[in-house]
């Protein structure tokens, strides 16, 4: 089955400890992407990678990493984690290189918890 | 970036009627436009796209351009209450807020 896949689902963390959420597709897709989510500001890309070793910001990056080191497979590090990053994570891929011709494959999302 | 804009709603349509959602943009130069479907606490789900001004058509969606307007909208004819969802307007990367759907039975 095509999908993307994200873990955990669910994460509660304290302040300043450094997290990953992982995310692959199976889809051979060379785009993929990170948004977050939240009541009222909807959905807000936080990176993005056009290929392997290739990423770049979005417009919300401040307090996130992420690495492209193989096709399938594109981690969110939260290196020192805030309160303010309390939010609902979505993964996202797309065969069609960041263009905006194809829509998104989603994965289930990450709802993160920073106390 | 491409800006996109919903009105949040809350719509609340009867079972059986039309929902009408809207969604305007404002890049002049976008090409492809899609509608995902989000019930509460699921991702996102991809139910239609369009790339040319005028109206497609698939089961009870119908997708609507107008490209002079910048101006996106989803049709949903003989609403279900499994209808009732938030309805995100995108032009890729940028989604709109999103518009909360409620089919009163």
């Known amino acids: 089955e095509a999908q993307v896949t994200q873990n955990p689902r669910y994460l509660i963390t304290v302040t300043g400890k450094k997290l990953t959420v992982t995310c692959s597709q199976n889809m051979n897709h060379e785009y993929m992407s990170w948004y977050r989510q939240d009541p009222g500001l909807g959905l807000r890309q936080i990176y993005y990678s056009m290929n392997v070793e290739v990423t770049d910001k979005g417009d919300v990056p401040e307090g996130y990493k992420v690495s492209r080191k193989e096709k399938r497979n594109f981690p969110l590090i939260l290196e020192s984690p805030s309160p303010n990053q309390t939010s609902l994570y979505f993964c996202?891929?797309?065969?069609?290189?960041?263009?905006?011709?194809?829509?998104?494959?989603f994965g289930s999302g990450t709802r993160l918890t920073v106390v | 970036q491409k800006e996109v804009e919903q009105n949040s709603g809350p719509l609340s349509v009867p079972e059986g009627a039309i929902a009408s959602l809207n969604c305007t943009y404002s890049?002049?130069?976008?090409?492809?436009f899609f509608w995902y479907r989000q019930y509460s606490g699921k991702s996102p789900e991809l139910i239609m796209f369009i790339y040319s001004n005028g109206d497609k058509e698939d089961g009870r969606f119908t997708a609507q351009l107008n490209k002079a307007s910048q101006y996106v909208s989803l049709l949903i004819r003989d609403s279900q209450p499994s209808d009732s969802a938030t309805y995100l307007c995108?032009?890729?990367?940028?989604f709109g807020t999103g518009t909360r759907l409620t089919i009163i039975p």
């Open positions: 995108a032009v890729i990367p940028s």
């Open positions: 996202a891929s797309s065969s069609d290189r960041g263009q905006g011709s194809y829509g998104y494959t």
């Open positions: 890049d002049r130069g976008s090409q492809s």
